[in-house]
């Protein structure tokens, strides 16, 4: 792999940039693998990436249905933050949150990561009495925090609307200043281009249709491409991870439900942190283009069809002009939905499972992009030892009937 | 936007009247101290989630404020019948 660098930037100039080499090869699959990671999106990269860079497997397989990075990857509003309530889960993103600050330096490649705070917007008492509890758990883990008073948030973003007659007046914030953007995509194709260096192969459009198993053990993987070999599978599935389980016989305590999100058409900029609210339903940022990309609620069905219903899209937008009166004129360009797989609890399943060989990383549900290089790191961590990784020994699937649940409602800032 | 028949209203109505609760056919235990771990964490969270045929709840909650079942394709999304609990669904698929 060539290093991306200003002096390389400058010899490809003068060839007029024809010769910059293929980001990943495109190999055709062997007849067998050490791991087969299924499910080419941002976690499933990680966290080949991950087996490869800290663990030294280099036999590695991703598997990818349709190509790299195009499900929940691409259709997320990339809001990264670490500020989650109970020590397990606050630890596990706070890893993502160490593991983001030396991510573009890590893979050569510029996730265009951008610490411009996250705004948790509070509207009424209990709201306000969460979010200092929040905040002070923060601080105990370690995490940056502070409660903010709705003259400091006008500061922060001023074209946000603090009047007390507002029909949901703000009282406060949480404001966690780490916390911000990345380029989702650009985090795709940086693990992608820094596991296919490693050796990993990256096997685009071919779905996994079956898990063979024998005596209780994994052996490889049905493919549209036909038999592959594997004596670990990890499954990073997300949305359709209840289908792939279902191919080994397994369930899993997940629902797949669709979340929407909208950008508009791109302004100058006039938004320069993120401001999330749970209380009226919606969160709001810039991208480096201009757009301000929106994230609305998640349906209250089940579906597996990337849509959601109009009424969800509208109510999040009425949200958005209610913090930001200006935004009533911006019209919008794009809107979509992606499938989450949620979680009863609103946390992650990193797990073994009882097929030998057979693992989990998935439940992510609507906030699975911030976790994008902490999940891969200890799934892979997991997944090479056999055995969870001290961060993800809490988010076994077990805790389902162990009742052990661990409750980031509060914090998961999508209504489940 | 979903479209719903409430088999008690007997009358097509918007998605925002109701509300979804969950898998349809979960039958409470009846004695539930009497089930291990395992089978009462399976009764409580884990559902099939099908790709294809779902039977669900869904509750009219701005109408007539009661409960019945639905057959909905969730890839699609296309709802195939609405009947009352404590009847079968006429319309029943391989689930994956």
Not at chain 1, 35 to 54: D, E, M, N, W
């Amino acid at each position: 792999m060539k290093k991306y660098s200003a002096f390389s930037l400058l010899k490809n100039a003068l060839s007029y940039h024809e010769n910059w080499q293929k980001v990943w090869r495109n190999p055709t699959p062997k007849a067998e693998y050490d791991v087969i990671v299924v499910g080419g999106g941002g976690h499933g990269l990680a966290t080949a990436y991950y087996l490869a860079k800290v663990h030294g497997l280099t036999n590695i397989a991703v598997i990818e249905k349709g190509y790299l990075g195009g499900g929940n990857t691409a259709r997320n509003t990339t809001i990264i933050r670490s500020n989650y309530l109970w020590d397990e889960a606050a630890q596990l993103y706070e890893l993502s949150m160490k593991l983001w600050e030396g991510l573009s330096q890590e893979l050569n490649y510029n996730v265009m990561f951008s610490q411009r705070g996250v705004l948790n917007l509070g509207h009424n008492l209990q709201d306000m009495r969460d979010i200092e509890r929040r905040v002070n758990a923060n601080r105990l883990n370690g995490i940056d925090g502070e409660v903010v008073s709705p003259h400091r948030i006008k500061e922060i973003a001023p074209l946000i609307n603090i009047s007390p007659n507002s029909r949901y007046p703000i009282l406060g914030a949480s404001w966690q200043p780490r916390g911000g953007t990345a380029r989702h995509d650009a985090v795709a194709w940086g693990y992608a281009r820094g596991a296919d260096a490693l050796g990993v192969d990256l096997i685009q459009q071919t779905e996994v249709t079956g898990i063979r198993r024998q005596n209780g053990a994994v052996v490889g993987v049905e493919t549209t491409k036909g038999f592959i070999g594997a004596r670990k599978v990890a499954c990073v599935t997300a949305g359709n991870s209840s289908v792939v389980a279902a191919m080994a016989g397994l369930r899993l305590p997940v629902e797949s439900r669709p979340l929407q999100a909208l950008v508009s058409e791109p302004v100058k900029p006039c938004l320069d942190t993120v401001v999330m609210s749970n209380a009226v339903h919606g969160y709001i940022s810039q991208s480096d283009k201009g757009d301000l990309v929106i994230g609305a609620g998640v349906d209250s069905y089940n579906g597996y069809g990337q849509r959601g219903s109009f009424h969800v899209i509208e109510h999040t937008v009425q949200a958005i002009c209610e913090l930001f009166p200006a935004f009533s004129r911006v019209r919008m360009n794009r809107q979509w939905g992606g499938i989450v797989d949620t979680c009863p609890d609103a946390c992650p399943i990193i797990s073994k499972t009882s097929v030998e060989g057979l693992y989990f990383n998935c439940g992510w549900g609507t906030g699975g992009f911030k976790a994008t290089p902490g999940s891969g790191y200890v799934f892979a961590d997991t997944v090479a030892n056999d055995r969870p990784h001290t961060l993800a020994a809490p988010f076994t699937v077990d805790r389902f009937n162990s009742g052990a649940l661990i409750d980031e409602h509060g914090a998961a800032g999508v209504a489940h | 936007m979903l479209l719903i028949h409430c088999p008690h209203c007997r009358e097509m109505r918007e998605e925002e009247e109701f509300s979804y609760s969950g898998e349809a056919h979960i039958t409470r235990p009846l004695q539930p101290e009497l089930l291990t771990d395992e089978e009462w964490g399976d009764y409580l969270f884990f559902r099939t989630n099908s790709k294809g045929i779902h039977h669900e709840m869904w509750f009219h909650a701005v109408g007539c404020r009661r409960y019945f079942n639905v057959t909905r394709d969730t890839l699609s999304y296309e709802i195939l019948e609405s009947y009352l609990i404590g009847t079968q669904p006429t319309i029943t698929g391989a689930t994956s």
